[in-house]
């Protein structure tokens, strides 16, 4: 059972950082993709970054030099690092894995789900 834990998120003023947490099994962390989605009310669920098993990083263009998504091997954590925020990075953020090696950025190809957390940006 693929088990993702998220945390973190809040409410920061525009310009500010945040950074959430996405703890998984050893397993999971290690020879999984995971990837960070979002989703704004209205809107569908967008990637955001996501990591290969290999360590391969890719980010969506509209977060690209400010987020970052940094991970600690010891706590089988992967974070989302968010700087330079902006109202329009108000949304739910997930964590997710879909069981391959190798992220896609289609929501729908994941099958675990982190629960989610609350960014607002004001």
């Known amino acids: 059972h693929v088990q993702l834990v998220e945390s973190g998120g809040g409410s920061v003023q525009a310009g500010g950082s945040l950074r959430l947490s996405c703890a998984a099994s050893e397993y999971t962390y290690s020879t999984y993709c995971m990837g960070w989605f979002r989703q704004a009310p209205g809107k569908e669920r967008e990637a955001v970054a996501s990591m290969d098993s290999d360590g391969t990083r890719n980010y969506a263009a509209s977060v690209s030099g400010r987020f970052a998504i940094p991970k600690d091997n010891a706590k089988n954590t992967l974070y989302l690092q968010m700087n330079s925020l902006k109202p329009e990075d108000t949304a739910m953020y997930y964590c997710?894995?879909?069981?391959?090696?190798?992220?896609?950025?289609?929501?729908?190809?994941?099958?675990?789900w982190g629960q989610g957390t609350q960014v607002t940006v004001s």
């Open positions: 997710a894995t879909d069981s391959r090696a190798y992220c896609t950025t289609d929501p729908h190809r994941y099958n675990y």
